[in-house]
């Protein structure tokens, strides 16, 4: 009887650190000084605005909450808005919300905003359909197409030392990587630095796993865990502009762990590289679209 575990992916852990340019030039400065890194107290604000929209008293202190989230990064901002949008007892927050989206700019707010077109407040109904007017307009306007380098994978002894039965690990990073990308219709793949012109501009993206780790679980499943950092630079110049991050765990059945193969280790493994690429990705893509956004503005 077969009883080789079935590989199921159960989680996504998705994390993004976005720009931390200060933070990078103290410690590069002054190697001796302590520096508490900017986006530390970034996510600190950024939580306490969250925490105000959602629990706030005051429908006021609410609104202006939305009207502040609405500056944030779209990975950060898009669910509490809508979620306010949908939720929240004030007309004047929810009014907020729909406002904020629309300022957020990005198509996958329209399934809350079409929700908000029903609204029992007429103000929020009118609100919610300039939203949708607005992002349907610019969901159907071609794109600038964002230029990405993917580095080639470091060389013998370059990169994270993790113990793995995948085959080639950089390499296979990189091709996950270029097949994630390649499903964008907004990003242009480039894969060597000579075909970029000096007077365009461009990213360039570098991976690493910077941990695959493995153990029994108390359900006796083996969790295969892997997380990657992505550093993005500015082109030319090679400026790093920010650090986004994905993970994902794997699990085989209940009570297997102890009879799991290699070869079912190996495609443990595999899933989570996968999975934590495909998690990545998402975080790289959104990172991407607000450099775009930042500079039309």
Same mark, same amino acid.
């Given at each position: ?10 989680? +996504?852990?998705?994390?993004?650190? +976005? ?41 006021? #202190? ?20 809508? !979620? ?40 929020? *109904? ?7 007017? *607005?992002?349907? !307009? ?17 060389? =013998? ?6 113990? %793995? ?28 630095? =000579? ?12 991976? %690493?796993?910077?941990?695959?780790? =493995?153990?029994?679980?108390? /359900? ?10 992505? %550093? ?5 110049? =090679? ?17 297997? #762990?102890?009879?799991?193969? *290699?070869?079912?280790?190996?495609? +443990? ?10 998690? #990545? ?10 450099? /775009?956004?930042? *500079?039309?503005?």
């Amino acid at each position: 009887m077969d009883r080789r575990p079935t590989a199921i992916f159960l989680s +996504l852990r998705m994390r993004s650190y +976005l720009t931390f340019w200060g933070a990078l030039v103290a410690l590069l400065v002054s190697p001796g000084l302590r520096v508490v890194p900017q986006h530390l107290y970034a996510q600190s604000r950024d939580a306490a605005l969250i925490q105000t929209l959602h629990h706030g008293q005051d429908p006021e #202190a609410r609104r202006q909450a939305a009207i502040r989230i609405s500056k944030l990064d779209v990975t950060v901002a898009l669910e509490p808005l809508m !979620k306010a949008l949908l939720a929240d007892r004030s007309p004047i927050v929810r009014a907020a919300c729909a406002d904020a989206l629309a300022t957020l700019g990005t198509p996958a707010a329209l399934s809350a905003l079409r929700a908000a077109t029903h609204d029992e407040n007429a103000g929020v *109904k009118q609100k919610a359909e300039a939203a949708v007017d *607005k992002l349907t !307009k610019l969901a159907a306007q071609p794109l600038e197409k964002l230029l990405v380098l993917i580095s080639s994978p470091p060389g =013998k002894g370059g990169g994270a030392k993790v113990a %793995t039965s995948i085959v080639g690990l950089p390499q296979r990073l990189r091709d996950e990587f270029t097949r994630e990308l390649k499903n964008s219709a907004d990003i242009e793949l480039r894969d060597d630095p =000579k075909a970029i012109e000096s007077s365009e501009s461009a990213f360039a993206i570098e991976s %690493t796993v910077t941990s695959l780790q =493995k153990r029994t679980t108390p /359900r006796g499943e083996l969790e295969v865990s892997c997380d990657i950092n992505v %550093t993005i630079s500015l082109l030319p110049g =090679k400026r790093v502009v920010g650090i986004v991050s994905g993970g994902a765990s794997t699990f085989s059945p209940r009570d297997s #762990a102890a009879r799991v193969s *290699k070869s079912q280790v190996a495609d +443990l493994e595999s899933q989570a590289l996968s999975q934590a690429v495909q998690a #990545a990705t998402e975080n790289l893509l959104s990172f991407l679209r607000g450099q /775009r956004k930042t *500079k039309s503005h």
